[in-house]
Nanobody, 117 residues
Framework: VQLQASGGGMVQAGGSLRLSCEAP????????MAWYRRAPGKQRELVAA???????NYSDSVKGRFTIARDNAKNTMYLHMNSLKAEDTAVYYC????????????WGRGTQVTVSS
């Protein structure tokens, strides 16, 4: 099973991007969907997650700037990123899993986000 992530690119600090992640319906409808990122030289970190019912949580570093959303009709999750900073530069991955914490689940290929200062 492969999730399809897209929408990365290069943007100046203060700009915005929207990432998308499409999953098969059987996966999307029952799982927590989440975005992770890995910056150069750093460990992968959870950015934001959204449950099947729409509950969300965010890392402190993106709270107030990023918004996670899901469109159940399109089996697609989004990450709206505003007020981007250089430290947001990373490869962003989407994941579908039963729980945010713990192993397993399904991953998408990463999409690069580069923020220039």
């Amino acid at each position: 099973v492969q999730l399809q992530a897209s929408g990365g690119g290069m943007v100046q600090a203060g700009g915005s991007l929207r990432l998308s992640c499409e999953a098969p319906r059987t996966i999307f409808s029952v799982n927590v969907m989440a975005w992770y990122r890995r910056a150069p030289g750093k460990q992968r970190e959870l950015v934001a997650a959204i449950s099947a019912s729409g509950s969300t949580n965010y890392s402190d570093s993106v709270k107030g700037r990023f918004t996670i959303a899901r469109d159940n009709a399109k089996n697609t999750m989004y990450l709206h990123m505003n007020s981007l900073k250089a430290e947001d530069t990373a490869v962003y991955y989407c994941r579908a899993s039963a729980y945010v914490v713990g192993p397993g689940g399904y991953w998408g290929r990463g999409t690069q986000v580069t923020v220039s200062s």
